[in-house]
């Protein structure tokens, strides 16, 4: 994927922004904020959150009335990974100011992390209610929509909203909004917006393979081809760069396992990838699937412990697709089952 969904650090939209966007509302700061807001925003910038939060805390005891100490200490409670402590200051914010965008910008991203995108749709939205200009907040409702409902391309309306507010931004527009009509179904639609990012100049290796996957949804040979070769030529250049993703060496392999039934050679980049990310429990998901798809048990097997060791969701993501023929060889032994805990 190429959009970030915490692009922008939450300490940076609350403490740099904070404060020229939410007061021009109900409960205005004072002009001079006192060495202790400046003290709790430098102990979060130094990456020393508990601190901020224990001197935030000693302020709200004198007064709980000041709109910036529970912002700021929502965002040091974020930083912490207290994401239900964060939404309960942001929360606080809001009944202080209910005009504060970022306050409903910040809850949004808590409530994200914790997976509850209904209500962070709802935030996000408000946020647009109040600062409907903000290019930042239809990216972040776009993406969030996204992650809702993949397949219902309604991200689409808000990625396109946010390009239009801010032209600067046309390049991360269209990888979004691209993503969002792939995942929607509406390929040639994606490949207008990532052949558009190339006419622009400035295409790279994962957007080449892309292309090429796309071509091949749109029975487009030709096409899958020429930019297959692009993307192998492109991945080249980066890996004597020493710039390589795992997502290349996932790219070319599934391309040659998928496509051109060539199993050695998917294996060959898959492990090839593996040297440089050991620690992908993907590629080793892969690796044992080209495996499975040998006959080869053993190393099909080991390669699936591994996964599962690196991170306990491999086990739902092969279950999920448990059915593809690739895993006949293996599915029914006792030792997958007992891998996958069937």
């Known amino acids: 994927m190429h959009i970030n969904p915490h692009r922008i650090p939450l300490r940076y939209w609350i403490l740099m922004s904070v404060f020229l966007f939410c007061w021009n509302a109900a409960s205005p700061i004072e002009a001079n904020q006192g060495m202790d807001i400046r003290q709790a925003v430098y102990l979060i910038e130094s990456g020393k959150p508990s601190e901020a939060i224990e001197l935030l805390s000693r302020m709200i005891d004198e007064n709980d009335q000041r709109l910036d100490t529970y912002t700021i200490r929502g965002a040091a409670y974020y930083e912490m990974g207290g994401f239900t402590k964060a939404i309960q200051d942001f929360t606080r914010a809001i009944e202080l100011n209910s005009r504060c965008a970022k306050c409903y910008y910040a809850r949004c991203r808590a409530y994200e992390r914790l997976n509850d995108l209904q209500k962070a749709y709802e935030d996000i939205s408000q946020a647009i209610k109040i600062e409907p200009k903000a290019s930042e907040l239809y990216f972040k409702r776009g993406w969030i929509a996204l992650m809702k409902n993949p397949s219902s391309g309604?991200?689409?309306?808000?990625?396109?909203?946010?390009?239009?507010?801010?032209?600067?931004?046309?390049?991360?527009?269209?990888?979004?909004?691209?993503?969002?009509?792939?995942?929607?179904?509406?390929?040639?639609?994606?490949?207008?917006?990532?052949?558009?990012?190339?006419?622009?100049?400035?295409?790279?290796?994962?957007?080449?393979?892309?292309?090429?996957s796309l071509s091949r949804f749109t029975q487009n040979k030709s096409q899958?081809?020429?930019?297959?070769?692009?993307?192998?030529?492109?991945?080249?250049?980066?890996?004597?760069?020493?710039?390589?993703?795992?997502?290349?060496?996932?790219?070319?392999?599934?391309?040659?396992?998928?496509?051109?039934?060539?199993?050695?050679?998917?294996?060959e980049y898959y492990k090839r990838g593996l040297r440089h990310y050991p620690e992908d429990a993907m590629l080793h998901i892969l690796i044992a699937k080209a495996y499975a798809a040998k006959g080869d048990k053993p190393n099909a097997l080991t390669h699936i412990e591994k996964a599962k060791a690196i991170h306990i969701s491999a086990v739902e993501f092969i279950r999920s697709v448990i059915n593809d023929s690739a895993w006949d060889s293996i599915r029914d032994t006792d030792e997958f089952k007992d891998l996958l805990d069937l």
């Open 224 to 267: 899958e081809v020429l930019y297959f070769e692009k993307g192998m030529a492109s991945f080249a250049k980066a890996e004597t760069a020493g710039r390589t993703e795992v997502a290349h060496y996932i790219d070319i392999g599934q391309h040659f396992q998928n496509e051109e039934e060539d199993i050695e050679k998917a294996l």
């Open 154 to 212: 309604e991200s689409v309306e808000d990625i396109s909203k946010a390009m239009e507010l801010d032209p600067d931004q046309t390049l991360r527009g269209l990888r979004a909004r691209g993503m969002a009509f792939e995942f929607s179904g509406n390929y040639n639609s994606a490949l207008k917006d990532y052949m558009e990012i190339e006419r622009l100049g400035q295409a790279d290796t994962n957007l080449y393979f892309k292309i090429a």
